[in-house]
């Protein structure tokens, strides 16, 4: 008789999915000659004054434990930043955690609110690590799908659809991964309404903020009656170009703050002190290259979104981020098809849009935070694919 072999992991780790994005990177890693479309992170340098910092931090010793909530001295300046510029106030003692990366605000965010059987709604298509999130902390995340008719904007009366008994708290993002799509002050006081109509809470990831185009963003703490509702996600990395950094933080009224960093205490202890240091350089000196950035990302969001739709691809214009995500349901191809023949045919690495969630199914999501000589060959190379179908 055959001893039965004893598997020691969780069952609920065991049944995640590993991230769908990740299998195209892993492909794309052994090609030569590869235009990376795929990475969502922005291709410029942290700004020198920045990393100076971190470089002055380190000469000075500065390689201690900070507080655990982050340096005193940052959440102040986190506070100034988000009242300057989005009209939102925080007290720097008792409501902002500095986090290991807008992941860590996430995953604590979740934790902190969530009873086994507890549903969280989940608007798709999303990053992929939000319901894996839900999931680990123990409840059950609720897909509600946006649409491509409706430029990947959710409609209220679709999260309403949505809510039970056992709904926590609504997820969004906005400027949107992998859409671009952002939601404007009407959309989010409509969600609001609805958040108040059932007594929910509201996880907003803003880690595009600085990166809206073409209209204000408007943070879903600055809706009326919100803040009190809101678990505000942000963080450097995309910004300020600090990816690498692992530098985040969240926002919430002190109730939520408090038991959020009782799970921060034991998991983490404290975000690294030299990129806590370099933050605060980016906070009080680095806006300049915010909007130089930001200049260059919408030249080249207009260049490949009209270059897209030229070639066959309907794409609709993101209002933010740094993602086209066009619609490859005239090749016949599903996303994970057109992804993998693009990079074996092309050398050209995209997302497909099903990792996002089904709705994202029939599209394919392609970072524009390259050159422009990148994008412009991509786009070559993508015409002579659909060309060859």
């Known amino acids: 008789m055959m001893e039965q072999t004893k598997t020691y992991l969780s069952k609920t780790v065991d049944q995640l999915k590993p991230s769908g994005i990740r299998r195209f990177f892993d492909l794309a890693a052994g090609m030569e000659g590869v235009i990376s479309l795929g990475v969502g992170e922005p291709d410029f340098v942290t700004s020198w004054s920045v990393r100076e910092a971190a470089i002055l931090s380190l000469e000075q010793g500065y390689t201690s434990y900070t507080a655990n909530a982050g340096l005193l001295e940052l959440r102040e300046e986190i506070s100034q930043y988000m009242y300057k510029y989005f009209g939102v106030q925080y007290s720097p003692k008792t409501e902002i955690i500095v986090t290991v990366g807008g992941s860590q605000a996430l995953d604590i965010s979740l934790r902190a609110i969530i009873d086994p059987g507890d549903e969280v709604i989940v608007v798709e298509p999303s990053f992929v690590s939000y319901a894996p999130l839900v999931t680990l902390a123990g409840g059950t995340p609720i897909h509600v799908q946006s649409l491509k008719e409706n430029d990947f904007k959710i409609m209220p009366f679709q999260i309403e659809a949505a809510i039970s008994d056992r ?29 108040e109509k059932y007594d929910l809470l509201i996880i907003s990831d803003e880690i595009y903020a600085e990166l809206s185009y073409d209209e204000e963003f408007t943070s879903m703490a600055a809706i009326p009656e919100m803040r009190k509702r809101t678990l505000l996600i942000s963080g450097f990395s995309k910004g300020f170009a600090m990816t690498g950094w692992r530098l985040g933080f969240v926002c919430a009224p002190e109730e939520l703050s408090a038991a959020m960093l009782k799970i921060h205490q034991y998991t983490m ?38 270059s897209l739709n030229e070639i066959g691809l309907d794409c609709h214009i993101p209002g933010g981020a740094f993602y086209a995500f066009p619609s490859i349901e005239s090749t016949g191809l599903t996303s994970e098809q057109f992804a993998e023949q693009l990079l ?39 015409k002579r694919f659909l060309n060859s179908l």
Do not use: W
């Not at 709904?167 to 959309?187: E, F, H, R, V, Y």
């Not at 404290?270 to 009080?284: D, K, S, V």
């Not at 000196?285 to 909007?291: A, I, K, P």
């Open 344 to 382: 074996i045919k092309e050398k050209v690495a995209v997302v497909p849009g099903n990792v996002f969630g089904e709705s994202g199914e029939g599209h394919v999501r392609c970072s524009y935070a390259s050159s422009m000589e990148h994008l412009q060959e991509a786009i070559k190379r993508i």
């Open 269 to 306: 202890m404290c975000a690294p002190t030299m990129a806590q240091y370099a933050a605060i350089e980016a906070l009080r000196n680095g806006r300049n290259d915010v909007e130089e950035m930001k200049k260059s990302y919408r030249r080249r969001r207009n260049y490949f979104v009209q």
């Open 167 to 195: 709904t926590k708290a609504i997820m969004i993002c906005s400027p949107n991964n992998p859409t671009g799509t952002m939601l404007s002050k009407s959309d989010l006081e409509e969600i609001g309404r609805i958040a």
